[in-house]
């Protein structure tokens, strides 16, 4: 345990791409509730952590497998009806601006959560291999979902050239 982080500097590295996951997968008015649980979840399994994957690796998977929780818990609520009328109104909003990160969110939202946390990890440059990790899933199924995440959104954002 002597060349694991302390968790005051594990959450000082991971702090924005908790706050990211927390913001994708938090619906308005709930994001804190979900850094918090994030927090929290990491604080508890920290001392567990076993250093096989890498301290990043590990945080994303702890925050995506909270965010996906705490998600199921929202639908469970029976806040679906309110989650779904503000996803139209912040794609609406997104769509009537053209800057790159509201083009990336409008993608995101209509992929599924699995294919959002392989957007996540892929953009902050993690191996296809960590990312298998994290989600549970094979590494050959995680290159394959790159691939049909990557032709989706060339198709409906690049459009065609010619």
Same mark, same amino acid.
């Given at each position: ?72 818990? !929202?639908?469970?609520?029976? %806040?679906?009806?309110?989650? /779904? ?6 794609? #609406? +909003? ?15 939202? !209509?992929?599924?959560?699995? %294919?959002?946390?392989?957007? /996540? ?6 191996? #296809? +291999? ?33």
């Amino acid at each position: 345990m002597d060349t694991q982080p302390s968790f005051e500097q594990m959450l000082a590295e991971n702090d924005g791409r908790i706050r990211y996951i927390a913001s994708r997968y938090g619906g308005p008015g709930e994001r804190e509730d979900m850094y918090q649980e994030i927090l929290l979840q990491l604080w508890r399994s920290y001392e567990s952590f076993s250093g096989r994957a890498s301290i990043g690796t590990w945080v994303y998977k702890v925050a995506l497998n909270t965010a996906n929780s705490f998600v199921r818990n !929202r639908v469970k609520r029976n %806040d679906l009806h309110h989650s /779904i009328s503000n996803h139209v109104a912040q794609q #609406s +909003e997104a769509e009537h601006t053209g800057c790159q990160a509201d083009i990336l969110t409008q993608f995101m939202d !209509r992929l599924g959560d699995i %294919d959002v946390g392989v957007l /996540i990890m892929y953009l902050d440059g993690l191996k #296809s +291999e960590d990312i298998a990790e994290v989600l549970g899933i094979s590494d050959n199924a995680v290159r394959s979902r790159i691939k049909r995440i990557k032709r989706e959104f060339e198709q409906n954002f690049v459009g065609d050239e010619s």
